[in-house]
């Protein structure tokens, strides 16, 4: 168990909609990172927040955006869904802003239909 | 931007052989990382390399950063079952840059 926490385990939605997904990184922790990987493929970095503040941006797309609260959990808000996005979603959470080892959560397994 | 080039994506051995995965980049690393993901998992942290010609070991594995610390390699002696997965680097400056992973496959 890594202490990351990611829920829902699996989301299935339809094509137009939106969903949240959300990340309670490890006690301690201040970075919190979302990352998407598509089948059998590698990690694509999306965005980084460190302290309630965004610390790095990856490729995400316009149609998704985050955030850190207060309480350093984050959320991962995806918008008019379409087939493509279709991946799996993984929060890792350091200690740190830039080189501390992450955490990784179980992930969020989204399917668009 | 920065990338992080890994090779090879996919290596197949009999079990037994060994593996080893690369990864190189064209500027300056501050560390590197190595994670491992098995099927169906999340990446988990193997390793962290800092030094320039730095060489770490666990049990089977070996981890190598280059002397001008812009490389890095992974080497698997005596692959088991237990290896399977895909081995991902993660390079760090100002924020983690990963490699696309390589992928242990066991044959049968």
Known sequence: ?113 | GQQVMQIPQYQHVQEGEDFTTYCNSSTTLSNIQWYKQRPGGHPVFLIQLVKSGEVKKQKRLTFQFGEAKKNSSLHITATQTTDVGTYFCAASNYQLIWGAGTKLIIKP
């Open chain 1, 1 to 113: 168990d890594s202490g990351v926490t990611q829920t829902p385990k699996h989301l299935i939605t339809a094509t137009g909609q939106r969903v949240t997904l959300r990340c309670s990184p490890r006690s301690g922790d201040l970075s919190v990172y979302w990352y998407q990987q598509s089948l059998d493929q590698g990690l694509q970095f999306l965005i980084q927040y460190y302290n309630g503040e965004e610390r790095a941006k990856g490729n995400i797309l316009e149609r998704f955006s985050a955030q850190q609260f207060p309480d350093l959990h984050s959320e991962l808000n995806l918008s008019s869904l379409e087939l493509g996005d279709s991946a799996l979603y993984f929060c890792a959470s350091s200690v740190g802003g830039d080189r501390g080892k992450a955490f990784f959560g179980q992930g969020t397994r989204l399917t668009v239909v």
